[in-house]
């Protein structure tokens, strides 16, 4: 018999409390700190898509299930919350708009309930295949019935049908809030699903589903009541969208945006539960941000993206875990010093390549508007040896430098997850 | 192996083979149903073909509620399958299987799981990114009725962590308590291949060769452990060493070239001249130069256990 004080201890988790109160506090003061109308739109959209990634992620890292097609539970929900939308507007439905993301989770779920039943019959890449070709499905229905998905221009919509309390949704800070609120919710319920059997069960079949058939579960059904749970959150997320954008359009059930949340997800990290919080934030500065910054940026994106699967499959919540792991036992310090080595010759590296990059773009596309161009500041000369020179210059030099870095830190990393081994065996002896 | 030497006549030993199959049955019968007692497992002229090749032809075998029974029988006799028949994994050709009375064969293994069944694996099956005690506590949370809940949180699941924690100390697990499955040592994966098979408290247990790959030593320990864990439970384990047969197993059944040929006390089975001729003679002389070379020899036979069911 275990002694009851091993299962009964459950200490007040204050480490939990404290990051839970950060996360609220974020969102609340967000807006405040940054005023300006783009970052407003900007925060708007990561809401939306924290609440996206971390559904995606339910299939994705916690069940092992690499779904492709799944904008369209999230795209299928903007489309019936902006047609409810568009009732309450007529007067023929009284309901809240506030609640109108809920309509969009409901539809997301009777559609994962509905498409689900097929896809999650099979696991592994027979599911993959299958989300694929459901998500094309939807995607030549959207091409087939304008009537409700509205044909080339959408559906579009009000979201400001009167004020309740002196909410109208009129103002963008209000939406947000009302955003800002679905997301805090949803991410704690999505976690709160990691603490239950079917969660755990989850895990389980994700790492060993045969094994899970012998301890009593049908895998099947864990997989289809997951993916539907996950459907109703990605309705949550879409109808949210549709609230914001105030217009729906074929392009969120597309396939474009399926990949995204897969590419996002995976670079925030599938392995922790708060990875996709960070992919989503991620998604909206490339979206948004890059893709004015530059011609270039879905290269950029591809480019990270490689690397990332190569070097750091655990994306970048992992790269964080494994940093804490290291300064909980007191030796994060000593690496500082190649952190920054290893970032100021990555941004060497990262500076060269981009300036070529950035001139091929401009060769190709920008000759009109004569050979020279601005690039972080400086003026280059697509023309010029000089400029072609530099940053060849620069991208070899980089590295060079970034290569020797990297070998010291390699060895010294692997030095410290050794003295860390010993640390635990150390203190496992003395338990 | 060396005891593959004997079966160098296959016909005849396969005609003596059924007529020891019919023996083992009558006998079996008499035995196991005095009182009108319905057998914890019973399989009737089970056969299983893989393509063209049958690899059980009609076995049948009735084991009593709370029996101990150690399945042996060359490489390629057909354990592991028999076990894989009776567990669910594939569904037999012809014949029949019944649980406690229940009609199993070819019901899928999460149903045989719920109608008190569990098996472990010769190769550890666990749940490689969960920890010890979430490997244990997902093998229980179907026994105690929690089934696909997602409205009640684990941590209130007090019975189940309770039942995870008593069988994690059972096996000395706990000061590994939350180490990933897939870096435990290799004893230690075996220890917990064994607790997520009775977490769940099937009332009949098949361990497919428990003490595979294990040093001398480490298997001695192991068959205390097992003995402990399944107590009062009907057991039926596929096994190569004959150390751990002696140790586990009241009855012994004899399988080969897919058929039961002997199943009866352990003397008996020795003393059977068939089964001599067919199998044992050469094992059980095997099994003793074992308890004397010692690990070597032990880790030796679960190495080519594991490498003839791959």
């Known amino acids: 018999m275990a002694s009851r004080s091993t299962y009964d201890f459950k200490p007040y988790n204050v480490g939990r409390w404290l990051v839970w109160g950060l996360y609220a506090l974020v969102m609340l003061v967000a807006p405040l700190l940054f005023t300006s109308s783009l970052s407003m739109t900007m925060l708007t959209q990561m809401g939306i898509a924290i609440i996206g990634c971390l559904a995606f992620n339910m299939l994705l890292g916690q069940g092992g299930m690499l779904s492709f097609g799944h904008a369209v539970y999230a795209g299928l929900g903007s489309y019936f919350a902006i047609h409810t939308l568009n009732l309450v507007s007529a007067g023929n439905l009284p309901l809240p708009v506030s609640l109108i993301p809920l309509v969009g989770g409901l539809f997301g779920l009777l559609c994962a309930a509905l498409l689900g039943y097929v896809t999650t019959k099979k696991a592994g890449t027979p599911f993959a295949m299958i989300t694929l070709g459901v998500g094309e499905l939807v995607w030549a229905m959207s091409l087939m019935f304008p009537g409700f998905f509205g044909g080339e221009g959408g559906i579009s919509g009000n979201r400001v049908t009167g004020s309740t309390l002196g909410i109208s949704y009129g103002p963008q800070i209000e939406l947000y809030y009302l955003i800002a609120i679905y997301t805090f919710v949803c991410t704690v319920a999505m976690f709160a699903f990691t603490r ?21 579960y049908n895998t099947r059904y864990v997989r289809y009541i ?14 949210l969208s549709a609230l914001n954008f105030e217009i729906v359009t074929a392009e969120v059930v597309s396939a474009v945006r399926s990949g995204a949340y897969l590419l996002f997800t995976f670079l925030g990290g599938a392995v922790f539960f708060f990875g996709p919080i960070i992919g989503a934030v991620l998604m909206v500065l490339a979206l948004v941000l890059l893709s004015e910054l530059t011609l270039a940026w879905l290269l950029y994106l591809g480019l990270v993206f490689t690397f990332m699967v190569m070097y750091a499959p655990g994306g970048i919540a992992s790269l964080i875990m494994m940093n804490l792991r290291v300064a909980s036992f007191g030796k994060l310090g000593p690496l500082l010093a190649s952190y920054l080595a290893l970032a100021g010759t990555g941004a060497a590296v990262l500076v060269g390549a981009a300036a070529m990059v950035e001139m091929t773009y401009h060769l190709q596309l920008n000759q009109a508007m004569g050979s020279e161009m601005s690039f972080m500041g400086a003026t280059l000369n697509t023309h010029s040896l000089d400029s072609w020179f530099g940053a060849v210059f620069m991208l070899v ?4 430098l970034f290569e020797l870095v990297r070998r010291h830190f390699l060895v010294q990393w692997g030095q410290t997850q050794e003295e860390i081994e010993r640390e635990i065996k150390r203190r496992e002896a003395l338990a | 192996m060396s005891t593959m030497s004997t079966m160098s006549t296959p016909d005849r030993s396969q005609a003596d083979a059924r007529n020891a199959h019919q023996q083992a049955t009558s006998v079996s019968a008499a035995q196991v149903k005095p009182a009108g007692a319905v057998p914890a497992v019973e399989l009737r002229d089970l056969r299983k073909s893989f393509g063209k090749t049958e690899i059980i032809r009609g076995a049948s075998l009735s084991v009593a509620r709370g029996e101990r029974v150690a399945i042996i029988g060359p490489n390629g006799a057909g354990k592991s399958t028999l076990f894989n028949l009776i567990s669910g994994r594939f569904g037999p050709t012809s014949g029949e299987i019944f649980l406690d009375g229940r009609r199993i064969d070819g019901r899928k293994p999460y149903e045989i799981s719920r109608w008190g069944l569990a098996r472990s694996f010769q190769v550890s099956n666990l749940f490689t990114r969960l920890s010890v005690f979430e490997n244990l506590r997902c093998a229980v949370l179907w026994s105690l009725g929690y089934r696909y809940a997602f409205w009640k949180f684990l941590a209130d699941a007090r019975d189940a962590n309770q039942r995870a924690e008593e069988v994690m100390h059972k096996l000395k697990l706990h000061k590994r308590r939350d180490a990933l499955a897939m870096n435990l040592t290799y ?20 361990l497919d060769e428990p003490t595979a790959g294990m040093s001398k030593s480490e298997t001695q320990r192991f068959i205390g452990l097992i003995r402990e864990v399944t107590a009062g439970k009907t057991l039926l384990t596929v096994e190569h060493d004959m150390g751990v047969v002696f140790g586990l197993a009241d009855k012994i059944a004899v399988l080969v070239y897919g058929e039961v040929i002997a199943f009866d006390t352990p003397e008996a089975v020795r003393a059977n001249p068939r089964v001599q001729e067919a199998y044992l003679g050469s094992i059980s002389g095997e099994g003793q130069a074992d308890a004397q070379t010692g690990a070597r020899t032990g880790a030796q036979t679960g190495a080519q256990a594991t490498a003839a069911g791959h």
Do not use: H, K, Y
């Not at chain 2, 230690?188 to 009949?204: M, N, S, W, Y």
């Open chain 1, 196 to 216: 239950t059997p079917l969660g755990r069960m989850l895990n389980a079949v994700r790492d060993n589903p045969e094994r899970v058939e012998f301890v009593g």
């Open chain 1, 226 to 239: 997951a993916f539907m749970v996950s459907g109703f959150f990605m309705g949550i997320s879409g109808g």
């Open chain 1, 397 to 400: 030099v980089g590295l060079a």
């Open chain 2, 187 to 206: 004893a230690e994966q075996r220890a917990l291949e064994i607790g997520i098979t009775i977490a769940g408290g099937a009332e009949v247990i098949l």
